[in-house]
């Protein structure tokens, strides 16, 4: 490969993890890149997990051997049977070296390459591969896995030229998966409470139109549990912000755990006193019980005065639900009824036969002098 060609496949290989949503498909265009790059039958991305002692498999692509899958779930090695990420990466780079790829070959050690461990060499052989081209990731200053790039049996053997280049093709894939972490931290902070940890009311509308396209497609449950911690303006007032925080971050645990028995369920605060979980699948009934338990051990707090929990379900005689906003509406005005009420156990919309007081009040138009019901705020606003 000339050198034009070779400026061309660098720039492809950036761009395509530039244009990458998400780390999955970060490490695919990472791996596919090179592959094409240095003209591989086959490539591999791998990091090295240290507190696990082993390299594991992020991606596998092109010509796939028997057992290989491209994001296999628990494709890994320990460490000291390919033990060059540690042995020459760090003992070569650490006395002034650079963490330089190298060449093997299925007939063994390849002239002027690496080459010491014969467990590569015998998953060559045993997979049809006549030559791979090793390159040690670096991030963040640290040794963080390998890019790996094969060649079938038969093909021309890579040459010292080619593992320069895979060096230079490591330290591209190593920018890009730095950009990658940047993205996805960006994405992380736009959608948690900076307070609790949890999801944001952000997450939640979007999880909440998703799961409501969802149950109108394929008629998945989709329940929506609304808490209002009670009693926060007092803490404040008289035991100081500091301690309301601890109250908010106390409870956020607990609505956290709660939710652990809803597989797939999205724990969130809303803002100020008021918090959600979002379950999508789980029977109304399993919801119910964990907005129960919410109740219960808001009360074990020790400080506040527990909490108004409201719930809303398709699963449940609500009528209808075609959009986010009237599961919404229907899971506030649940809870409403609960802290008007000073309920301890959860308020659950659709359960009190025709005419039920919160689905009529969740649908009746709201008035701005209407002293029974709140105002729905954020964008479920009427």
């Known amino acids: 490969m000339g050198e034009e ?42 990091v090295w997990e240290r507190e696990l002692g082993r390299l594991r498999v992020l991606v596998n692509v092109g010509e796939l051997a028997e057992g290989e899958e491209e994001f296999p779930e628990d494709e890994s090695y320990p460490v000291h049977q390919f033990a060059e990420i540690t042995e020459f990466l760090h003992e070569r780079w650490a006395g002034g070296g650079e963490p330089d790829a190298w060449v093997e070959t299925a007939e063994g050690p390849s ?15 045993r997979r049809g591969r006549g030559c791979c081209v090793v390159a040690p990731i670096v991030l963040h200053g640290r040794a963080w896995g390998e890019l790996y790039v094969a060649r079938p049996a038969g093909a021309p053997v890579f040459g010292r030229d ?12 190593a920018a890009g998966l730095a950009q990658t972490e940047r993205l996805e931290e960006v994405r992380r902070l736009a959608y948690t409470d900076s307070l609790t940890g949890l999801a944001n009311r952000r997450a939640v509308d979007a999880r909440l139109d998703e799961a409501v396209e969802r149950h109108r497609r394929d008629g998945a449950v989709v329940s929506l549990v609304v808490c209002d911690l009670n009693g926060l ?34 724990a969130a605060r809303l803002g100020g006193d008021e918090f959600c979980l979002l379950a999508v699948g ?13 109740c219960r051990r808001a009360v074990e707090l020790g400080i506040g005065d527990g909490v108004a929990c409201g719930v809303a379900s398709t699963g449940d005689p ?3 639900v075609h959009s986010a906003r009237r599961l919404f509406r229907l899971a506030d005005a649940a809870q409403y009824r609960a ?30 002098a209407d002293g029974e019901r709140r105002r729905f705020r954020g964008r479920h606003s009427p």
């Open 318 to 320: 609500v009528g209808p």
């Open 233 to 266: 303006k007092r803490v404040n007032d008289t035991l100081g912000h500091a301690v309301g925080d601890r109250l908010l971050e106390r409870f956020g645990t607990v609505l956290s755990l709660c939710g652990a028995m809803l597989p797939g369920a999205l």
């Open 339 to 368: 802290k008007a009420e000073h309920a301890a156990h959860p308020v659950v919309a659709g359960r009190e036969g025709p005419g039920d007081p919160v689905v009529r009040l969740a649908d009746e138009p709201s008035r701005a």
């Open 5 to 46: 060609s070779r400026l061309a496949a660098v720039v492809a290989l950036a761009q395509g993890m530039a244009a990458a949503h998400g780390s999955r498909d970060a490490w695919r265009a990472a791996a596919r890149g090179a592959c094409r790059a240095l003209g591989g039958s086959f490539a591999a991305l791998s």
């Open 162 to 173: 080619d593992a320069d280049f895979a060096t230079v093709l490591a330290a591209v894939v």
């Open 282 to 294: 789980p029977p109304a009934d399993e919801v119910v019980k964990a907005a129960d338990e919410v």
């Open 111 to 125: 002239a002027g390459g690496a080459g010491y461990r014969h467990q590569r060499v015998a998953a060559l052989r």
